[in-house]
């Protein structure tokens, strides 16, 4: 009895150790691990992400994250989607043209990489064109990272190849817009 209870301990023990000892980068998806994939292909093997691989499809925005580069992606999950649908009446992705979703989506999206630990209280500029300038997200960092005072980043620095990917529980919608 008493060996089975040392057993089961250090088996427990051990599983334990092996599993926290895992970071997101030794989890490997068809052969590659995270850090080897761009953000066009994070995003196509992540169920979460379904609507905005769907969106970047229609604006024919997937190519600029496959390609070469040092982005920070702010990347709205699907729950943060459907809600923007409810705001704004519509079923889905579908229903919003595409020359719409072209600035919302380069409005998430910065022209290099930043770390979560990197971010200060401030302004940073998108890849969203706004008549010849580009648009500007206001950070804070109180608590938490904000953008523009209501998205917060819920899952930081998924490290991929062309820069990184900050999860945010909402969808950043650019003035005027």
């Known amino acids: 009895m008493k060996k089975n209870i040392i057993l ?95 600035p919302i989506l380069l409005y998430h999206m910065l022209g290099t990489e930043i770390k979560y630990s990197m971010f200060f209280s401030g302004n940073y500029t998108t890849l969203s064109p706004d008549l010849g300038n580009y648009r500007i997200l206001n950070i804070s960092v109180s608590n938490g990272v904000y953008i523009n005072g209501d998205a917060r980043v819920i899952y930081p620095d998924v490290d991929v190849k062309n820069g990184v990917i900050h999860i945010i529980d909402k969808v950043l919608v650019p003035p005027g817009k």
């Not at 989890?27 to 994939?37: D, E, F, K, V, W």
């Not at 920070?72 to 919003?96: K, Q, R």
């Open 8 to 102: 089961l301990l250090s088996t427990t023990l051990l599983g334990t150790i092996l599993l926290s000892s895992c970071n997101k980068d030794d989890y490997n998806y068809a052969g590659m691990t995270i850090a080897s994939r761009t953000i066009a292909e994070y995003i196509v093997i992540d169920p979460d992400f379904s609507i905005l691989l769907q969106a970047l499809k229609k604006a024919n925005l997937a190519d600029l994250l496959d390609g070469e580069g040092n982005f920070t992606l702010f990347a709205p999950d699907n729950y943060a989607f459907n809600v923007l649908f409810e705001e704004l009446g519509v079923s889905g992705i579908y229903d919003i043209k595409a020359d719409t979703l072209i």
